[in-house]
Every structure is written in C-alpha cells, then in structure tokens.
C-alpha cells in the first residue's frame, strides 16, 4: 500500500528553499568555482587525491564515530527513518566519517596509507546565522595510514598554504595535543573533581556534561565560567612521554617552515573522535565565530567503524565562512564575461552563424548568442544594447550580405576601432587564434 505525501501548500503558493538552506546563484556562484579551482590546483601539488561520498549515511555511523554526547548527534543531526525498509539514515553532518567509512569498506589502505580531500554539502539544523547555514559547504583533507607527526605538520602547512593562495591575512595558527585515551582518562578524572568544586557557577549544560563530556565543559561560551576553565588542569600536564615527543616533532617542523602558532591548552575541538594533536586556524574578522578551519588526528575511528586499526588525521573547513573572509579583505572579482556577443539579425541566418559560433568556441573562444524570443530576432539596435551589457569585447555579425558572401563582420565593442570582415570560416579561426593567445 503506497503512501501519500501530505503537502501544506496549495498549487498556488510560491514555494521558496528551505531556511537556512541557500541557492547560490551568479554572480556569487564564480566565487565559488574560482574557490574551488584553487583548491583542486593546490591538492594535486600536495598529491591528494579526490573522495565524494553520499550526501546520507547511516546514522548508526555519526553516532559511532562522532560520539553520542556531542552537539551535532544530540541536537544538529537531520536524521530519519527510510520509509521503504526502516533504516535510519541522516545527511552527513560532517565528511570525515563517510571518509573513513568508505576507506573501511572499499579496503583503500591495503595497499598503503591515503591522501584525499573533499568537498561537497553538510546539513545541521543550527539557527542560521552570517556564514553558518544548515546546509553549508565543506573542504577537507585526510591523511590515513600514516601515524607521524610530518604528516600532521604537511596538512597545516596545506591549509596555510591555501589561504596565503586566496590572498588572505591576519590568520593565526592555535595548536594543542589531546594525548592518547588513557591520558585523556586521567585528565578527565581530574577535570571532574575540579568542577564539582565550583557546581555553583556551572549552567544546566555544563552541569549534563560533567558525568559524561567534561573536557566539551572547556570549551564552553559561558562567561561566568571564565575562571573556573581558566584554573581548571590543562591536558599538556597529563601527556606521556610518546604523546609529547609527537606534539614537540610537530611544532620544529613548523618552526622550520617558518609557521607561527599559539599553544592553546584549552583547545580539544568538538568530536570526540581527536587524539593528540588538534588545531584551528582562526580569524577576528568573523565576529565570534572565528574559527575558519579545524582538525587534528583521530588515529582510532577506523577501528571504531569497523577497520583494522590505523592512524589518521585531517581538517575541514567551511567555504561559505572562508568566502565571506575573501569578500572582505581581498579584491572585488572581475565579471565574468564572454569574449564575443553574436549578432543575428535574421532567423534565416541561425544554421550558419551557430554553426561558425560553435567552431568558435572549440577554438576557446567565448561566445554568446543572441538568442530568439520565438518572433524574430529583434532588431539590430536592441542587439548591440544587449552585446554591449554582455560585456563582450568584441560582436560578431552575421548579416544575411555578410553570410551570402561567406564574411562575418567583427566589431570591437570597447576601444571605438571600426569593424571588419572576416572573409571566411578560416579568417574567422585565425582571428580566434589571435584572441586566444592575448588572454
């Protein structure tokens, strides 16, 4: 028995995204695309390798992996139940589980650790606010496989790297070391008789988290917390020696590379998933919400979702919140436009002109064609109106003289030079050619 889906709206009402749920549209969208070419160009110097995984997973996978007393399993998570077989499915809050989850399944280590990067759509339901939307965008970078702190110092130095590439600044760098789950035992132990001595100023939140997620307590945005985070026992003095020569490794690769940084011993991010080293790379030109880029290693999350037990770290960040920091300290972008506007006077004209249009943009040349309204094509003078809002440098006329004679006039629409005609298909290619090799 087939069920039916129950729609609030009628027929008539305009439909509209859901909240918190964007269209990117032009010109915003070539922010995007020149964003996401610099990224793909920047990882294939870095050797890493490209990974998309479906946008939903189980939701058995988040909870596993991201740990049950985080916000995003709690309160963030777009779960539900598939209404064909019961299963419980949720829209990936995050990429790193799916990642590791898809490495687990295909075997992608057998044959040696892993470079991968990511990027694709994130759904939490948080209240939308200036770059943090309920379905938002992610960059990541993954390293699986290999367990030194050289690779946790490259996929830094890969972030770093990609900001100095957008053309931004004032960055900082903060690093901390969560040690390994033992130290982490004994540094929650202490963390729990610390702040049962000052019950009084912890709020119901904190209070729920003290049995459970005392280190997330560290972490909180309470002000009358303040001092008591402040006093309470940092983590560094719980370390063994392995953990500690693995964050000291870290930080003279970075030293040498020249990399500025801050220790933050109040730094343990937000899953629960991290061990040794975390980091953020933070900006004040985003209000509070300053952290732009995050990660660290979760050497335990392969084995915690199924696979044999393997080192790994990485970092996500969030490209809506990077592009607002672009808009804000770089250059406006350049609009995109075509290098050629082609005007048709004649509906009789359209076999051949698209058909040198087309040869045209095999050539690489931009073109955009006038297009018909389905009476006509207008006139001459509403054509080179729109050629010259186009922002082409240069309109293409194919006349029904011109055609007859085998020509193609070319007029340029920004310098005042007269125009001139192209004696035939060849003149036509070599003046591409031309065009070509001056962008």
């Known amino acids: 028995m087939s069920e039916k889906i129950q729609v609030a709206s009628s027929k008539s009402t305009k439909l509209v995204a859901v909240k918190g749920m964007n269209d990117i549209l032009p010109p915003d969208s070539a922010r995007w695309e020149w964003f996401e070419a610099k990224v793909r160009h920047l990882m294939a110097r870095y050797a890493y390798r490209n990974i ?60 040696g650790g892993k470079r991968l990067y990511y990027m694709g759509p994130m759904f939490r339901h948080e209240r939308p606010q200036r770059g943090r939307y309920r379905q938002f965008h992610q960059v990541g970078a993954e390293v699986l496989g290999f367990g030194g702190p050289d690779v946790d110092a490259e996929l830094i130095l890969l972030a770093s790297s990609l900001f100095k590439q957008l053309g931004l600044r004032d960055i900082r760098l903060e690093l901390n070391s969560l ?143 990077l592009l607002e920091l672009v808009k804000e300290q770089c250059e406006p972008m350049a609009a995109l436009t075509p290098d050629a506007y082609a005007i048709i006077p004649d509906v009789a004209s359209l076999p051949e002109a698209i058909r040198v249009i087309e040869a045209l943009r095999s050539a690489g040349i931009a073109v955009q064609m006038h297009a018909s309204a389905g009476e006509g094509m207008g006139s001459m003078k509403s054509q080179f109106k729109k050629a010259d809002s186009s922002g082409a440098a240069y309109g293409l006329i194919f006349g029904v003289d011109e055609l007859a004679l085998g020509q193609v006039t070319v007029k340029s629409l920004r310098d005042g030079v007269g125009a001139q005609r192209l004696e035939d298909l060849t003149c036509v290619a070599q003046w591409a050619h031309t065009l070509q090799s001056t962008h």
Request: some cysteine.
């Open 52 to 111: 998309r995984t479906p946008i939903v997973e189980p939701t058995a996978l988040f909870v596993r992996g991201l740990g049950e007393v985080t916000d995003i399993v709690e309160k963030e998570m777009y779960s539900f139940e598939d209404r064909l077989n019961g299963e419980a499915l949720t829209l990936r809050p995050e990429c790193t589980a799916g990642v590791v989850r898809a490495v687990v399944e295909h075997n992608l280590l057998y044959e």
């Open 179 to 321: 040690g390994q789950p033992a130290e982490r035992l004994a540094h929650r132990a202490a963390l729990i008789v610390h702040f049962e001595q000052h019950l009084n100023v912890l709020g119901e939140e904190e209070k729920r988290r003290l049995h459970t997620n005392p280190m997330r307590i560290l972490d909180t945005k309470n002000p009358a917390m303040k001092s008591v985070v402040e006093s309470a026992p940092q983590l560094l003095s719980f370390l063994g020696e392995a953990s500690m020569a693995h964050f000291t490794a870290l930080r003279t690769i970075l030293d040498a590379n020249g990399l500025p940084y801050t220790i933050n011993p109040r730094l343990v991010r937000g899953l629960d998933y991290y061990n040794l080293t975390v980091f953020e790379f933070i900006t004040e030109s985003l209000g509070s919400q300053g952290t732009i880029c995050g990660g660290g290693r979760y050497d335990y999350l392969i084995e915690q979702v199924g696979g044999k037990p393997s080192p790994a770290v990485g970092w996500g960040l969030g490209i809506e919140r």
